[in-house]
C-alpha cells in the first residue's frame, strides 16, 4: 500500500522555523518527483514547492522561495521541508504529494493526512 505521512508541524513564532518530514512507503520516493502543497483555512490548496525525479532539482512558489527549503533522505524513504522566516500567512495544513506542479496546474497523485502549521505570536 502506497503511503504518505507528514510529521514536524505545530506552533511557532513568526521568523521562527520548522522541519516537516513525509515518511513514505509502498514505493520509493527516488523514482518519483514529489511535491509539498497546502491549504490555509478557508481557503484552496496552493502548490509549495516540488523535487523533481530525474535530476532532483527543485521547484518554490515565489511566496515560499528564499525561506523554504525541500530535500530528500533517499536512505530513509523520506522527504523533507525547511521552512526558514516564517510568516503567519504561511499558516496552513501542509500536504506531501505524488506528482508534478508545471504550468500553472497541479498533477498530484497520493496525498498524505496533512500536518498543521500555525504561525502566530
Known amino acids: 500500500e502506497v503511503q504518505l505521512v507528514e510529521s514536524g508541524g505545530g506552533l511557532v513564532q513568526p521568523g521562527g522555523s520548522l522541519r516537516l518530514s513525509c515518511a513514505a512507503s509502498?514505493?520509493?520516493?527516488?523514482?518519483?518527483?514529489m511535491s509539498w502543497v497546502r491549504q490555509a483555512p478557508g481557503k484552496g490548496p496552493e502548490w509549495v514547492s516540488t523535487l523533481n525525479r530525474g535530476d532532483g532539482s527543485t521547484t518554490y512558489a515565489d511566496s515560499v522561495k528564499d525561506r523554504f527549503t525541500m530535500s530528500r533522505d533517499n536512505a530513509k524513504n523520506t522527504l523533507y521541508l525547511q521552512m526558514n522566516s516564517l510568516k503567519p500567512e504561511d499558516t496552513a495544513v501542509y500536504y506531501c504529494?505524488?506528482?508534478?506542479?508545471?504550468?500553472?496546474?497541479?498533477?498530484?497523485?497520493?496525498w498524505g493526512q496533512g500536518t498543521q502549521v500555525t504561525v502566530s505570536s
Open positions: 504529494v505524488t506528482g508534478v506542479y508545471y504550468s500553472g496546474r497541479g498533477y498530484f497523485g497520493v
Open positions: 509502498g514505493f520509493s520516493i527516488s523514482s518519483t518527483s
